[in-house]
């Protein structure tokens, strides 16, 4: 074990709504959609059409610049809709599921007998290869390239986030077998982070084939890109993957089972649920059977699909997620609070001591999703440093992406960030700036400039 390294910059959101570790099962769906709004820097080409028989691992679509990359289907039945918004885009490819799941089958093997172009191959042909993700560009991995290490966050610290001892319970064959195969695929090290006041599974202490590192802090001490920046920075021209724990379970089952399983474990939290647990379910699943008889009757609400911060707002019938481990539930805040800035605010959250709730730092708020001002000028206050635990310049990376300065981007370190860094800055921004798209702005500015 390697000596602990403290995260000393960030913020912790303490919001009504965590999970009980209580493991629920709802009806299942009658519908599951793959996005590919999902994946960013995704071209997507279809493989099929409304009508269409698949299983699950079939593929749907794959990525036109890189056609190796194939796109599956969580479940078997029949494609019955392609939703497109604005230019035609491909927005849902939407798969009416059979009562049981048919399976593609896949090679079965132990991964460690395998070469590296025979793991790469099966997970491009599977469509587990969408799990692997890259830093930076923070875009799918490209196969071309062998990555000087590979990363998994064990733990996380998000508003509301899942218990990833508890997503990945009873899974510990599936996940060494996921680790093997990783481990496959670079010449350097796979990293599994934990911390070691959240992270007490023995599926995760006793794991072998990684080099396990500690880390302990606030939000966002769980993101992989905080945790790359301070174990092994990227420098231009170097290339890290990243994955998530349960999907490490998912390349796991390809490996053992010969079949693509995404089945995964989702906390169903928020403010507005009233018995907030975990479901067990299936990856591109419709939300509405989860939400049933769970949510509170007294006003709208916003569902998101994934944390506060960085989640998606979808309809109460809409899709979970590719990547996503939680769905959150909070009020929508569309109302407006005469001379709400200046009132006491005993119940409502401030970073600084605006309100006088600072005198109960271990309050948990009931927070919505109103803005509580206009967008204004970008002002230099400060705020970013408080919340941003890189050595890199928040600020001055931002306006360096907005008057599109390329030279002064690489500068700044825009190789070693995604939008979810950005997240807390997004949160505490005084000017409303919206730090999260103009940091995916630049980054694919970037992958345009450098291909």
């Given at each position: 074990m390697s000596e602990v390294t403290k995260i000393k910059r960030g913020l912790d959101i303490k919001l009504i709504g965590k999970a009980d570790k209580v493991l629920e099962k709802a009806d299942r769906s009658e519908t599951y959609a793959i996005k590919p709004t999902d994946f960013p820097g995704l071209t997507p080409k279809l493989k099929v059409k409304v009508d269409t028989e698949v299983k699950a691992g079939s593929p749907l679509f794959f990525d036109k610049y890189c056609p190796e990359i194939?796109?599956?289907?969580?479940?078997?039945?029949?494609?019955?809709?392609?939703?497109?918004?604005?230019?035609?885009?491909?927005?849902?490819?939407?798969?009416?599921?059979?009562?049981?799941?048919?399976?593609?089958?896949?090679?079965?093997?132990?991964?460690?007998?395998?070469?590296?172009?025979?793991?790469?191959?099966?997970?491009?042909?599977?469509?587990?290869?969408?799990?692997?993700?890259?830093r930076?560009?923070?875009?799918?991995?490209?196969?071309?390239?062998?990555?000087?290490?590979?990363?998994?966050?064990?733990?996380?610290?998000?508003?509301?986030?899942?218990?990833?001892?508890?997503?990945?319970?009873?899974?510990?064959?599936?996940?060494?077998?996921?680790?093997?195969?990783?481990?496959?695929?670079?010449?350097?090290?796979?990293?599994?982070?934990?911390?070691?006041?959240?992270?007490?599974?023995?599926?995760?202490?006793?794991?072998?084939?990684v080099s396990i590192n500690k880390f302990t802090g606030a939000h966002p001490a769980g993101n992989v890109g905080v945790q790359i920046h301070h174990l092994d920075p990227i420098n231009k021209g170097e290339v890290v993957w990243v994955v998530?724990?349960?999907?490490?379970?998912?390349?796991?089952?390809?490996?053992?089972?010969?079949?693509?399983?995404?089945?995964?474990?989702?906390?169903?939290?928020?403010?507005?649920?009233?018995?907030?647990?975990?479901?067990?379910?299936?990856?591109?699943?419709?939300?509405?059977?989860?939400?049933?008889?769970?949510?509170?009757?007294?006003?709208?609400?916003?569902?998101?699909?994934?944390?506060?911060?960085?989640?998606?707002?979808?309809?109460?019938?809409?899709?979970?997620?590719?990547?996503?481990?939680?769905?959150?539930?909070?009020?929508?805040?569309?109302?407006?609070?005469?001379?709400?800035?200046?009132?006491?605010?005993?119940?409502?959250?401030?970073?600084?001591?605006?309100?006088?709730s600072w005198l109960t730092p271990n309050r948990e708020y009931r927070l919505d999703a109103n803005l509580h001002g206009e967008h204004r000028a970008f002002v230099v206050s400060g705020e970013y440093d408080k919340v941003f635990p890189m050595d890199i310049l928040p600020v001055h990376l931002i306006k360096s992406i907005l008057v599109e300065d390329v030279d002064l981007m690489e500068q700044l370190g825009i190789y070693e960030v995604a939008p979810e860094d950005f997240a807390l800055c997004d949160f505490v921004c005084t000017s409303k700036i919206e730090v999260q798209d103009i940091v995916r702005k630049g980054l694919d500015l970037m992958i345009k400039e450098m291909s």
């Amino acid at each position: 074990m390697s000596e602990v390294t403290k995260i000393k910059r960030g913020l912790d959101i303490k919001l009504i709504g965590k999970a009980d570790k209580v493991l629920e099962k709802a009806d299942r769906s009658e519908t599951y959609a793959i996005k590919p709004t999902d994946f960013p820097g995704l071209t997507p080409k279809l493989k099929v059409k409304v009508d269409t028989e698949v299983k699950a691992g079939s593929p749907l679509f794959f990525d036109k610049y890189c056609p190796e990359i194939n796109f599956a289907s969580p479940v078997s039945g029949k494609v019955i809709a392609v939703n497109r918004g604005e230019r035609r885009k491909i927005l849902e490819v939407v798969i009416q599921a059979d009562a049981e799941t048919q399976y593609e089958e896949f090679k079965k093997a132990d991964p460690n007998g395998l070469s590296r172009e025979e793991v790469k191959a099966e997970l491009l042909e599977s469509g587990l290869w969408a799990f692997v993700r890259q830093r930076p560009y923070d875009v799918i991995a490209n196969p071309q390239e062998t990555p000087k290490a590979i990363f998994i966050s064990a733990f996380d610290t998000a508003p509301l986030a899942a218990d990833v001892d508890f997503l990945l319970e009873g899974e510990a064959k599936t996940f060494q077998a996921g680790i093997d195969a990783l481990a496959k695929l670079t010449d350097g090290k796979v990293h599994l982070n934990v911390n070691p006041n959240m992270n007490e599974s023995k599926v995760v202490s006793d794991l072998k084939n990684v080099s396990i590192n500690k880390f302990t802090g606030a939000h966002p001490a769980g993101n992989v890109g905080v945790q790359i920046h301070h174990l092994d920075p990227i420098n231009k021209g170097e290339v890290v993957w990243v994955v998530r724990p349960q999907e490490v379970v998912f390349i796991g089952r390809l490996f053992n089972k010969g079949i693509y399983d995404v089945s995964r474990k989702v906390a169903l939290c928020g403010s507005e649920v009233k018995t907030p647990c975990y479901f067990e379910t299936i990856t591109g699943t419709s939300v509405r059977n989860i939400l049933k008889g769970k949510l509170k009757d007294d006003e709208k609400i916003r569902v998101i699909s994934g944390n506060v911060l960085t989640g998606t707002h979808i309809a109460e019938d809409g899709y979970l997620g590719m990547y996503d481990s939680q769905i959150t539930v909070i009020p929508e805040g569309d109302q407006f609070e005469f001379f709400g800035w200046a009132l006491p605010g005993l119940k409502k959250f401030s970073m600084s001591k605006t309100f006088f709730s600072w005198l109960t730092p271990n309050r948990e708020y009931r927070l919505d999703a109103n803005l509580h001002g206009e967008h204004r000028a970008f002002v230099v206050s400060g705020e970013y440093d408080k919340v941003f635990p890189m050595d890199i310049l928040p600020v001055h990376l931002i306006k360096s992406i907005l008057v599109e300065d390329v030279d002064l981007m690489e500068q700044l370190g825009i190789y070693e960030v995604a939008p979810e860094d950005f997240a807390l800055c997004d949160f505490v921004c005084t000017s409303k700036i919206e730090v999260q798209d103009i940091v995916r702005k630049g980054l694919d500015l970037m992958i345009k400039e450098m291909s």
